[in-house]
């Protein structure tokens, strides 16, 4: 993560501008699928455990307004948490997970273009000020961009309305497949070598004193749908042939 940060301080405006033009990208693409979720469908179960599509839109709304916080925080100086609390995130989002599809879409745009303004107010060096979130390690500003592309890229997958992984742009694939394959080096991971065969990339994860057991290629959408759970691994082929190996939560 170190080394993204260092080569985005040498070109902070390039990246924000890619950034920006991805996210609003992403943001018109769940705005789309919102907008043809009718009031029953919202109320309907997401492919996240527990949660309807009302709890998922409401949790991309309030996304957006926590990490405008941390853009005001870089901008302003003054930290500006993302959320009061983890209890005041979730009563949020349970409050609001049950209005109709209309309210749900209405929040949804009003807080993805409150961010977008947000963003639009920093400048230079503000964007290399280091803020954090609720939990995780601090981060320069620009990152947040990521962290908004990666929750709306991710939770329109997870509405179960017609955008699959599949769907992801192929950066995004790509880029984050990298990212997430360096979350699973723990000793409770398999050993295993993933093989992108759309970027010929190979990733290792697993404990790293331990030799890999196999190999396992698909496209880079299909192989991050698996790793975070999006996917049993549809699409994924083992080597020596066999099951999938059991990941933990991601």
């Known amino acids: ?36 979720i009718s009031d029953e469908q919202a109320r309907g179960a ?12 409401t949790h991309v709304a309030r996304n957006a307004d926590g990490l405008a916080n941390l853009l005001i925080w870089a901008r302003t100086g003054v930290e500006t948490p993302q959320y009061a609390s983890q209890e005041a995130r979730d009563a949020a989002i349970a409050a609001g997970q ?3 599809a209309a309210e749900l879409l209405a929040d ?46 991710i939770h329109h997958v997870d509405l179960d309305a017609g955008y699959r992984p599949a769907d992801w742009p192929p950066e995004f694939a790509a880029e984050w497949l990298e990212q997430v394959a360096g979350d699973f080096a723990g000793p409770e991971s398999p050993a295993v070598v993933l093989r992108s065969s759309d970027t010929g990339n190979l ?12 190999a396992i290629t698909g496209t880079s959408h299909d192989l991050l ?26």
């Open 46 to 57: 997401s492919l996240l455990p527990g949660w309807t599509r009302g709890h998922v839109l």
């Open 203 to 214: 990733y290792r994860i697993g404990p790293g004193e331990q030799a890999p057991t196999a």
């Open 98 to 100: 049950g209005r109709p």
């Open 225 to 250: 749908a698996w790793l975070i759970g999006r996917s049993p691994g549809d699409g994924l082929a083992a080597e020596p042939p066999g099951p999938l190996p059991s990941l933990p939560a991601w």
């Open 1 to 36: 993560m170190s080394v993204r940060f260092e080569a985005a301080a040498a070109d902070p405006a390039g990246t924000v501008a890619e950034l920006r033009a991805r996210v609003d990208a992403a943001t018109a693409g769940i705005l789309r699928t919102a907008a043809g």
């Open 108 to 153: 949804l745009s009003e807080s993805a273009a409150a961010f977008a303004r947000q963003a639009a107010a920093l400048a230079g060096q503000d964007w290399l000020a280091e803020v954090h979130g609720l939990h995780g390690q601090p981060h320069p500003a620009w990152y947040t961009l990521r962290r908004r592309l990666t929750e709306v890229e």
